[in-house]
């Protein structure tokens, strides 16, 4: 199913809102980018022809540093869905209390049937078309759907070449060589799996807790391998084309070998499963790693695990939403069991600006007590407020993007008093 994104984020904003009892200026601010560019990119084909594609660059919110958040190169980007995934991110950094905002962008192609070369031209014109509103302290671009490290590389590059100088703080997820930070590839892995853990700690989830993951991925594959060598059992697995499922656990290793081999993880041995029938299996903890809108009404009445963490961005739709909690399954929204990514963005972010370079260590230790602290702090606005995990991340980052908006009301007050 597509979710309506922007709808999602206005959603989002509004539960956050009516908790907070904010006023009128507060929630137009919050409805509406700070600042919103559409642009025409042209690029070169390998034949010679020129093409031109719309492409689009949105920072939602600037209020608490810099807009952060990815690029997608998709043929269903618009500029609707771009603004409401950058009003997603303004709450995300917030939540991690991250120095910064939150922004998107996207331009609507289809990648796929283009060359290297192709690719290659487009990404450096659509840096061109936005260059005067990204930067290091303006908006910094990262990858999303269907953008990786390379085109990272060439925005950087082509930013240096018209501003005149070198500067790869203007995007993350670079690769290492260009600026990129240890610990990147696994990072929404390795955010996700601190709060599993520590999730499943609290609700008295056994040790080897059944796992079921939707997705084998960038983000569902390494989860998977870090759950089961903390002594998780990961009984299902699924990709498109289908899910394998072991009651006793599933050799991940093996798995991911046969997926690697053949192309799916259907290929493994294992009691064949649908995407519909893996979501209803007997587990601990079920993890969607893959699409939006993957646990609708019907599947949310037949989930059988205790916790849900949407390694995934939207997988849960509000109606799907409803049910669980009123089965009482506790979520782990998005917004934290998928931040690890942006986290690790942000330690790049900051390893350029200071010139510095963090091992593979001090990455980790230091997104594990972002995660944990993010966690502490949603449990315990649950809690005093009575609300679901989802609602209470919505109330921490939305109000602490308002106490922001509000410090810079009060300075430009101030300035004009004096
Ligand atoms: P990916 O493209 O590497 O993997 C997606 C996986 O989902 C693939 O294994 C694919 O086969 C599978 N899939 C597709 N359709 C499916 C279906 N109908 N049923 C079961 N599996 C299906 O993507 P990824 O980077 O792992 O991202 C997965 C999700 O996590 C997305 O929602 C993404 O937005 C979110 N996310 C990823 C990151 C990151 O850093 N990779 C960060 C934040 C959020």
Known sequence: MTIDLHKLALETIDAAADHLHLDGWHRALLHRPERLTAVQVPYTADDGSVHVVPGYRVAHSTARGPAKGGTRFHPDVTQEEVTGLATLMSVKTALMNLPL??????????????????LESLTRSYTRSIAANIGPDLDVPAPDVNTDARHMDWIADEYGRVTGRPCPGVVTGKSLTAGGSLGRDTATAAGCRTVVRASAERLGLPTDARVVIQGFGNAGAHLATMLAADGMRVVAVSDSRGGIHDPNGLDIPAVIETKATHGSVTHHAGEIVTTEELLALPCDVLIPAALEGAIEAPEAEQVQARLIAEAANGPCTSQADRILADRGITVIP????????????????????????????QVAERLDARMDRALEDLWRVASERDLTLRTA???????????????RELAATDELAS
């Open 334 to 361: 998005d917004v934290l069991a998928s931040a690890g990514g942006v986290t690790v963005s942000c330690f790049e972010w900051q390893q350029n600006e200071r010139g510095e370079r963090w091992t593979a260590h």
């Open 101 to 118: 905002g939150g922004g998107k962008g996207g331009i609507t192609v289809d990648p796929k049937g283009l060359s290297e070369t192709e």
């Open 393 to 407: 991340a919505c109330v921490l980052g939305v109000g602490r993007i308002v106490e922001a908006l509000d410090r």
